[in-house]
């Protein structure tokens, strides 16, 4: 069976820091294209960071660049986001996606995956 499970999320003050992770399994996760996407309650989901399949390339939207850093353990098959300076317009339901495609580029748009994982909650208090 093919799944991605986050895990991370939580209750954090502004200013703080939270780290996400991904678990794979039932894939080859050293051929599939991640991503970090997140949504809150009414809204579209929205791609925040993406990582190529050896993690050369790294995307970010430009709401988490220089603060949120992407990065990924093929060995572990597990993904990670580190989240930095984090404010109440951070919170929100964070997944974690993935797409076995060897050779495809990383991208944003939430389309593109089709393995997602349950959603991690992430709660930024002012």
């Known amino acids: 069976q093919v799944q991605v499970v986050e895990s991370g999320g939580g209750l954090v003050q502004a200013g703080g820091s939270l780290t996400l992770s991904c678990t794979a399994s039932?894939?080859?996760?050293?051929?599939?294209?991640m991503g970090w996407l997140r949504q809150a309650p009414g809204q579209e989901r929205e791609g925040i960071s993406c990582?190529?399949?050896?993690?050369?390339?790294?995307y970010y939207a430009n709401s988490v660049k220089g603060r949120f850093t992407i990065s990924r353990k093929n060995a572990k098959n597990t993904l990670y986001l580190q989240m930095n300076n984090l404010t109440p317009e951070d919170t929100d339901i964070y997944y974690c996606a993935a797409r076995r495609a060897r050779f495809a580029d990383p991208t944003l748009h939430a389309n593109f995956y089709n393995i997602w994982g349950q959603g991690t909650n992430v709660t930024v208090s002012s």
């Open positions: 039932g894939l080859t996760f050293e051929d599939a294209v």
């Open positions: 990582i190529s399949q050896s993690g050369a390339n790294l």
